[in-house]
């Protein structure tokens, strides 16, 4: 088992720059690929950037290539997703994630979640 927590979350203007965190626990963190998806109200979870376990590899949605930017602290086991110029439509709860199969966009590739973090961006 991998518990999973975000923080981190809050409000911010348009432009505006806020850092997740996800805390892990249990089983070895460094092991598992990670990954952060979103989800807005009415709208599916989707994806936004995930991480491979040993950090040198990425996978970007489009909507946040240039502007978010993931990392991870094994030796910490924490996870980090760096956003900036941030926009009113980032506004979702965000969610991490841990597996082992991938790091890309699938939800199936991770076996653990968090609880989610709020984000909220204001015109």
């Known amino acids: 088992q991998v518990q999973l927590v975000e923080s981190g979350g809050g409000l911010v203007q348009a432009g505006g720059s806020l850092r997740l965190s996800c805390a892990a626990s249990g089983r070895t963190f460094s092991s598992y690929n990670m990954g952060w998806f979103r989800q807005a109200p009415g709208k599916e979870r989707e994806f936004v950037v995930g991480?491979?376990?040993?950090?040198?590899?990425?996978d970007y949605a489009d909507s946040v290539k240039g502007r978010f930017t993931i990392s991870r602290d094994n030796a910490k086991n924490l996870g980090y997703l760096q956003m900036n110029s941030l926009k009113p439509e980032d506004t979702a709860v965000y969610y991490c994630?841990?597996?082992?199969?991938?790091?890309?966009?699938?939800?199936?590739?991770?076996?653990?979640w968090g609880q989610g973090t709020q984000v909220t961006v204001s015109s």
């Open positions: 994630a841990a597996g082992l199969r991938s790091w890309g966009k699938s939800p199936y590739d991770y076996i653990y």
């Open positions: 991480i491979s376990w040993n950090g040198e590899n990425t």
